[in-house]
């Protein structure tokens, strides 16, 4: 419709077919169908036609005026949207995992948030994936691949995932040698999502093996899981990044140390890399360069 609007205001400018044509580069008959098809739709005759000028009707008058305010206000809004996508304020929408959330994206919001005061941050912190599209959520902050192939990632950090337990727990149970050995220790189950319960997969050089572990506890919470851990109850799987302090500090050692499991990067995904407004773009190089200054670790 906004063309057709275009058009009859060209025409009532132009005041004649040829002009409008010439103007439009239409040839006549072209302007004259066009000018049929839209008194067609509206119900009503726009002009008069002579043979060499073309009157408005009353309608004609009505819809060059109403026309004209549109159009202006239309340009308006596109001058207001383009200056608003290159200035840095308005509302960021982020998204992120509970624990991590917790303890690392809340404070870099905060930093974010002082660099750019106007700025109005809203943080969203849930371990299930949710639809960013869908929740119009600028950008997520998860570990893991999303099943979304509309959205766009940058990785963040390479993190891996190590198999842990206590000294304690480990001197009264005895070290595992193979993940085989899982099958006879109380393992500590984190459930994420829809993952298979209790199914751990590992990988030595070629050599793959999926073992069911005996979950002893479990929670969908990684920070009560990693409690227990820390209580002596058994072995968990936990990411490097929450790991390496209680690696450092002896309150939790590495268990099968050969051999790897699944690492789970940590990206920033965002719907779309076009036309990113300022806030999304600063954000994710913010992001970006916190995460390269830490040397790829959390």
Same mark, same amino acid.
């Given at each position: 419709?906004?063309?057709?609007?275009?058009?009859?205001?060209?025409?009532?400018?132009?005041?004649?077919?040829?002009?409008?044509?010439?103007?439009?580069?239409?040839?006549?008959?072209?302007?004259?169908?066009?000018?049929?098809?839209?008194?067609?739709? /509206?119900?009503?005759? /726009?002009?008069?036609?002579?043979?060499?000028?073309?009157?408005?009707?009353?309608?004609?008058?009505?819809?060059?005026?109403?026309?004209?305010?549109?159009?202006?206000?239309?340009?308006?809004?596109?001058?207001?949207?383009?200056?608003?996508?290159?200035?840095?304020?308005?509302?960021?929408?982020?998204?992120?995992?509970? *624990?991590?959330?917790?303890?690392?994206?809340? *404070?870099?919001?905060?930093?974010?948030?002082?660099?750019?005061?106007?700025?109005?941050?809203?943080?969203?912190?849930?371990?299930?994936? /949710?639809?960013?599209?869908?929740?119009?959520?600028?950008?997520?902050?998860?570990?893991?691949?999303?099943?979304?192939?509309?959205?766009?990632?940058?990785?963040? #950090?390479?993190?891996?995932?190590?198999? =842990?337990?206590?000294?304690? @727990?480990?001197?009264?149970?005895?070290?595992?040698?193979?993940?085989?050995?899982?099958?006879?220790?109380?393992?500590?189950?984190?459930?994420?999502?829809?993952?298979?319960?209790?199914?751990?997969?590992?990988?030595? *050089?070629?050599?793959?093996?999926?073992?069911?572990?005996?979950?002893?506890? =479990?929670?969908?919470?990684?920070?009560?899981?990693?409690?227990?851990? /820390?209580?002596?109850?058994?072995?968990?799987?936990?990411?490097?990044?929450?790991?390496?302090? @209680?690696?450092?500090?002896?309150?939790?050692?590495?268990?099968?140390?050969? @051999?790897?499991?699944?690492?789970?990067?940590?990206?920033?995904?965002?719907?779309?890399?076009?036309?990113?407004?300022?806030?999304?773009?600063?954000?994710?190089?913010? #992001?970006?360069?916190?995460?390269?200054?830490?040397?790829?670790?959390?």
């Amino acid at each position: 419709m906004i063309s057709q609007l275009e058009f009859f205001v060209a025409l009532a400018n132009h005041g004649s077919l040829a002009a409008t044509a010439r103007a439009l580069d239409m040839t006549p008959p072209a302007v004259t169908k066009r000018l049929a098809q839209l008194e067609s739709r /509206l119900g009503v005759r /726009l002009v008069n036609r002579t043979t060499r000028r073309l009157s408005l009707t009353h309608e004609g008058e009505l819809l060059r005026d109403h026309a004209g305010r549109i159009l202006a206000d239309i340009r308006h809004m596109e001058t207001l949207i383009a200056q608003q996508k290159n200035q840095v304020k308005g509302r960021l929408r982020i998204n992120a995992t509970l *624990g991590f959330g917790r303890q690392r994206i809340a *404070g870099l919001a905060s930093q974010f948030a002082q660099r750019h005061p106007d700025i109005e941050i809203e943080l969203h912190v849930s371990d299930r994936p /949710l639809d960013l599209i869908e929740r119009h959520f600028d950008v997520a902050v998860r570990f893991g691949e999303l099943p979304d192939r509309r959205l766009v990632a940058r990785r963040l #950090l390479r993190n891996q995932r190590f198999l =842990c337990a206590s000294p304690r @727990y480990l001197k009264r149970h005895g070290v595992p040698r193979g993940p085989a050995d899982l099958a006879a220790h109380r393992c500590i189950v984190h459930n994420q999502n829809d993952e298979p319960h209790g199914t751990w997969r590992f990988h030595r *050089g070629d050599h793959a093996e999926v073992v069911k572990v005996r979950s002893a506890l =479990c929670s969908n919470d990684g920070d009560i899981a990693l409690g227990w851990v /820390l209580d002596g109850h058994g072995i968990m799987i936990r990411s490097e990044w929450d790991l390496r302090k @209680y690696l450092d500090a002896r309150r939790l050692v590495r268990v099968l140390p050969d @051999y790897q499991l699944e690492p789970a990067d940590l990206f920033v995904y965002f719907p779309s890399r076009a036309n990113l407004p300022a806030r999304v773009r600063l954000f994710i190089d913010f #992001l970006v360069e916190h995460f390269g200054q830490a040397g790829g670790h959390a």
